[in-house]
């Protein structure tokens, strides 16, 4: 889908005392990083998008993400696990639902102030 891309975290160093975890290298600049930590599963996201990109890691647990472009109407529904990584140019409305005791690294390339001055709310995934 225009404005998604989904891949795997790569380990890009190894040896006998650390592996390196990539999950991106120049894609963005982040200036609001955050982790979130499911208490319960469930919808945690939904139906929102930004003016601005974002970036998604999932370091524990399984979600099930759908996203729609908003300017092609496109629409993309899939599972995450373990090392996915999940990265949204602006106008990509978004909805989640995360496994019990997922976490997840989220990232924006934006201040994230809260809910009503940063997510524009749009009631179009169900």
């Not at 945690?44 to 729609?68: F, R, S, T």
């Not at 140019?89 to 102030?113: K, N, P, Q």
């Amino acid at each position: 889908m225009k404005g998604v891309i989904i891949k795997k975290a790569e380990i890009v160093s190894n040896d006998s005392r650390r592996n390196i975890i990539e999950i991106m290298n120049g894609q963005m600049a982040i200036k609001n990083l955050k982790i979130l930590k499911v208490k319960k599963g469930g919808q945690l996201l939904g139906n929102h998008w930004h003016p601005y990109a974002e970036v998604m890691y999932i370091l524990k647990g399984l979600a099930h993400y759908k996203m729609k472009n908003i300017d092609t109407s496109e629409e993309m529904s899939v599972d995450l696990e373990e090392g996915d990584v999940v990265f949204r140019t602006s106008r990509i409305v978004h909805a989640g639902w995360f496994a019990e005791d997922s976490i997840i690294l989220d990232g924006a390339c934006e201040t994230y102030v809260d809910a009503d001055f940063n997510d524009i709310q749009k009631v179009i995934l169900e």
